[in-house]
């Protein structure tokens, strides 16, 4: 899969010859061809496209990874109709992959969602937009209206949780759709399927929808035509960060990570690349012709996740840029459990310390122990992630750690921050809470 | 040689519950211990027998019902 | 000779009421300071915290088999007509009404929060705290129905008794009145997020955000994200 430039490919994001997209029916049809769902349950048609996307690899695109068609089993077994949830909350604040894709090809992930409906038996779609993502929803309904007015079967409607962090976490949304709490839960047993009410429910992000729904027109070989064998197919990166062109960009897998920021035009020296999310891992760039795939990314300790690739550029200091990112993911915590809401802000605190050039000689000591203590120990993953993300940038910027922690900190930690941190989300607020007993 | 299977019991704690009362740390120190913000770290691993009668005590007394009981079947 | 043995029963229950309800009220004292200091963070390893919530649930218990022996012979003493239904409903005993309907509001109270915390696994949290609170209406009731009933009310014992019954509780009262204001409720630095706020809608920012040790000015956002590809030949 290596060649000069990053190969293009238009499957998700089609657009006209002159650049132009046209995110209406007729270009969506005139673009991908047309697809029958039947209305009313049809083994045999069920049967063709199941076995389809089994056989495509296709997998997860919201950052578990897993085989799409894995959750259908598990909503299929549970005997009651389920409710098909499109997830397109991209809660991460460093992605813009969904609402791209949803802006530009609302009926490529909405003919998805009908096509996972039809074969797990849903009668019903939702599309959960993040309540901060008017122009989303706007795209989304007009999509619906146009379908609607061409007299497709199945109701979908569009809500709007709380645009938070954790509230895109499947268990969160279902939580909302069931009290209007999106918390996530605690889930000892991944095969039995989430539900609202007695209803299950089938989320999938909607990329991944979208990847359905062309799997269901093409089938898997077609699929299969890109990308690696291990690692079939395309998918939206979002690659920002210290680059000239950030962007949406659709990269078959197995490219080089190197040459999907390439891609973006980075502005100078590069000291690292976020990959996956603020919750993922940062890589060398000495490792940067990993190819960008689950496998590979996986032994260089990175994920692949939302399709994060963020460019730290020399001039930014890494500490720094990761003391912020953890800060902003203690205050996105949902409160539930102890070790995410204290340990969280004391690895933020040691962070800053570290970050500012005062640690004291304990400060990394402490920072590895919290870690241990805080990763595993919550009810979603939320915390794990944000080890991980710590654990990986004390390797990678190993040089500048030990400088920091001997109080030579660099200059870069004063340059303007590359991240996105959604506006208004308050860091460092005080906050009552109401210890019971407690350590004496 | 057959490899027999025994049903043992593990502790698990339910994070979202917890509230750091601290009794089953108090209870069973053999098993579970507190981080530094008063919360249970709980070792998962298949309980003796001679500590079951202990754990079902500190479950029964934790005010938020946050810890619980597991069967794992386990080698012997 | 049987006058003689039907009195010297009669004088019996008349004592087992008196006794029964002094050791009532003394063990619903125990109780009651036992549970206003269950805040209290003295833990050592000869007084575990689990074992002063233990002796709390087992002082009321024993205070309960009390109170029904005290409140049994009430009822079936024939000199004092206090009658069944005073048991449970107050100010309905033909004996000294008020004092006794004293007596049974603070068993109706003490029958409330045992049965909420009996079924404490089976309510919901809110309402077993709400019922337990209940709990501080029980003891002031029992005392004024214990002064106000009782024969011994006069007697020097009994005043010693509830003398040191509510120096203890008054004292208990004011150190968790003290205790519930400084070290209750800790300000921790964290996010905009308590445990008691589920995310139903975004939290209020900040009037002024504290001294960041490190951020310089922010970039602007990525706003336009737009695509790079070409259209797929197949």
């Known amino acids: 899969m290596t060649t000069d430039t990053l190969p293009r490919t238009g499957r998700l994001l089609a657009t006209a010859p002159d650049g132009s997209s046209d995110p209406g029916l007729a270009a969506h049809l005139a673009a991908h061809g047309p697809l029958v769902v039947p209305p009313r349950d049809d083994r045999a048609w069920s049967h063709t496209v199941w076995r389809e996307v089994a056989e495509s690899g296709l997998t997860g695109r919201g950052g578990g990874g897993f085989p799409a068609a894995a959750k259908w089993d598990a909503v299929t077994r549970s005997g009651r109709r389920p409710l098909v949830v499109v997830n397109a909350m991209e809660g991460e604040p460093a992605s813009a992959k969904d609402r791209t894709l949803l802006t530009r090809s609302p009926h490529l992930v909405l003919d998805g969602a009908e096509v996972a409906a039809a074969l797990s038996g849903a009668r019903q779609v939702v599309v959960c937009v993040a309540d901060d993502q008017d122009g989303v929803a706007r795209a989304v309904e007009r999509a619906i209206a146009e379908r609607d007015r061409a007299g497709r079967s199945r109701p979908v409607s569009v809500v709007r949780p709380p645009a938070r962090y954790v509230a895109g976490e499947e268990s969160a949304l279902a939580a909302w759709l069931e009290r209007g709490e999106a918390l996530p839960a605690l889930r000892v047993d991944k095969s039995v399927a989430l539900r609202v009410g007695r209803r299950p429910v089938l989320v999938h992000n909607a990329e991944t929808l979208a990847q359905v729904a062309l799997v269901a027109r093409h089938g898997a070989a077609w699929f299969r035509g890109r990308g690696t064998p291990e690692a079939p197919g395309t998918t939206l990166v979002t690659v920002s960060g210290g680059v000239g062109r950030p962007s949406v960009v659709e990269v078959e897998l197995g490219t080089p990570v190197v040459d999907v920021v390439a891609a973006a035009e980075p502005l100078g020296p590069v000291s690292g690349i976020l990959l996956g999310g603020y919750g993922g891992a940062w890589l060398d760039p000495a490792h940067a012709s990993v190819p960008y795939a689950p496998g590979p990314l996986r032994d260089v300790g990175a994920t692949l996740g939302v399709g994060i690739v963020c460019v730290l550029p020399a001039t930014s200091c890494g500490i720094a840029e990761t003391a912020r990112i953890v800060r902003y993911m203690a205050g996105e915590s949902a409160g539930q459990c102890g070790p995410c809401v204290f340990g969280l802000p004391a690895i933020a605190d040691d962070l800053e310390l570290l970050a500012a050039g005062r640690g004291d000689p304990a400060v990394l000591a402490r920072l590895e122990d919290r870690c241990g203590a805080v990763a595993g120990r919550g009810a979603c993953r939320h915390p794990d992630g944000v080890v991980r993300l710590v654990r990986s940038a004390l390797a990678v910027f190993a040089d500048d750690v030990r400088d920091h922690a001997a109080g030579r900190p660099c200059a870069g930690r004063h340059a303007a921050s590359v991240l996105r941190f959604p506006t208004g989300a308050p860091v460092g607020a005080p906050v009552t809470v109401t210890v019971r007993g407690g350590a004496a | ?76 | 000779m049987l006058a003689a043995t039907s009195t010297s029963l009669t004088t019996s229950i008349w004592y087992t009421i008196r006794a029964t309800g002094v050791v009532a009220l003394v063990l619903l004292t125990v109780t009651t300071v036992l549970g206003l200091l269950s805040a209290s963070r003295v833990r050592t390893r000869r007084w575990p915290a689990f074992a002063q919530v233990d002796l709390h649930k087992r002082a009321t218990l024993f205070a309960l088999v009390f109170l029904g022996l005290h409140v049994l012979t009430a009822v079936v003493d024939s000199y004092v007509h206090v009658g069944l239904l005073a048991v449970l409903v107050p100010f309905v005993s033909p004996y000294q009404t008020f004092w006794t309907g004293l007596g049974t509001i603070a068993v109706d109270l003490l029958v409330a929060v045992a049965v909420s915390s009996a079924l404490r696994q089976r309510i919901a949290p809110r309402t077993w705290r709400g019922l337990h609170w209940l709990a501080y209406g029980c003891w002031p009731f029992a005392m004024a129905h214990a002064l106000g009933t009782g024969t011994d009310a006069a007697q020097l014992w009994m005043d010693a008794v509830a003398a040191a019954c509510t120096i203890a509780v008054l004292c208990a009262l004011v150190w968790r009145i003290g205790d519930h204001r400084t070290t209750r409720e800790e300000e921790v630095r964290l996010g905009a997020v308590t445990r008691a706020v589920p995310l139903r809608q975004r939290p209020p920012a900040p009037a002024s955000a504290p001294p960041d040790l490190v951020t310089g000015p922010r970039r602007p956002t990525v706003t336009t994200a737009t695509a790079l590809l070409e259209r797929d030949p197949r």
């Open chain 2, 1 to 76: 040689m057959s490899r027999a299977t025994a049903t043992r019991v593990a502790l698990r704690v339910d994070p979202v519950a917890c509230d750091a009362y601290g009794f089953c740390a108090e209870l069973l120190p053999e098993r579970i211990t507190l981080d530094e913000w008063g919360y249970p770290v709980v070792d998962g691993r298949p309980l003796d027998p001679d500590l079951v009668e202990l754990a079902t005590r500190a479950a029964a007394e934790c005010p938020r019902r946050a810890l619980h009981l597991e069967r794992v079947v386990g080698p012997a």
